[in-house]
């Protein structure tokens, strides 16, 4: 086995920097590469994050390969390692292979209309390519982004969803499912469609990106396709699946002839809208 093909089996060892809490259920870690190298991710990818004692798991990454000297993981709270890895303080080594997965595809939106849609978790996947953006205004004139959230309690990245705001050509707009009598959340609520309805794109210079849970897919893509989007490249999506390997050998995250670990995670909706299983 050659070195390159070695690194993709191996994990290597990261120091974690800083935790952030988001929501009850998800945390922002900070990471470094011991060995002083950049990850070299692009915006959509992932890595599979090992702890000893426990097993490893496809965490996506939340930032952008413009942010050097670290990467960020947003980890939801699911299973055994998420909660070990949640228990973990700064200072603490975990284990790292990647970065895997096919990315965004940044040659195709570069200068067009992007529309960022993000439903619950998802927005620390698209947070990479919302950075990304916001570092290259001059690739990515005009950004809208649309986040929707089950409750207030879940709204992750909450001080960005107000600083995105700020950057030059960009818009971000957020709803939540329900707001509980007791909450003080005087914000937009709603469904993430509703949102869509009112934004006003051109058609023909739009791309649309969504990152979610996968109930929230078709009707977002039955709104997209009322705003005029359709044909080919066009909507962008990521897909979750139970991946294991993270290069395509044991087959847990097959949809139909295509590896979601591989061939994915992101995609572009006529690849796979007709794929048994996909949405």
């Known amino acids: 086995m050659n070195p390159q093909e070695a690194s993709i089996y191996a994990p290597r060892p990261a120091t974690l920097l800083q935790v952030e809490n988001l929501t009850p259920q998800e945390k922002l870690f900070r990471l470094r590469l011991d060995d002083g190298c950049e990850l ?12 000893a004692g426990f097993t490893e798991a496809p965490i996506s990454l939340a930032s952008s390969p413009t942010r050097q000297g670290f990467f960020e993981l947003g980890v939801r709270r699911a299973g055994r390692l998420t909660g070990a890895l949640h228990q973990l303080l700064p200072g603490a080594r975990i284990g790292v292979r990647g ?3 096919r990315p965004f595809a940044l040659e195709v939106l570069r200068g067009r209309q992007l529309l960022l849609l993000a439903g619950g978790c ?11 953006c916001g570092d290259h205004p001059q690739d990515f004139p005009r950004v809208h982004i649309l986040y929707g959230a089950r409750s207030p309690a879940d709204l992750m990245f909450q001080q960005e969803l107000l600083d995105w705001r700020q950057i030059p050509g960009f818009s971000c ?3 939540v499912d329900n707001r509980p009598a007791t909450s003080c959340y005087n914000g937009e609520t709603g469904l993430i469609t509703r949102l869509l309805d009112e934004i006003v794109i051109d058609p023909q210079h739009s791309c649309a990106v969504i990152v979610g849970p996968p109930p929230m897919y078709r009707p977002v893509i039955a709104a997209l396709r009322r705003q005029g989007l359709v044909g080919e490249k066009r909507i962008m999506l990521s897909l979750e699946r139970q991946m294991r390997c993270g290069v ?11 590896y979601c670990c591989k061939d994915g995670p992101i995609f572009w909706l006529e690849e796979i809208e ?3 299983g996909a949405l």
Not at 122 to 132: D, T
Not at 248 to 258: P, R
Request: aromatic share 10%.
């Open 274 to 276: 007709q794929l048994r």
């Open 248 to 258: 395509g050998k044991c087959g847990h995250c097959t949809i139909e002839h295509l």
């Open 99 to 101: 970065p895997f997965g």
């Open 40 to 51: 070299g991710q692009q915006p959509g990818q992932f890595v599979q994050v090992s702890l």
């Open 122 to 132: 998802g927005l620390a996947p698209l947070r990479s390519l919302i950075q990304y």
């Open 173 to 175: 707009r957020y709803t």
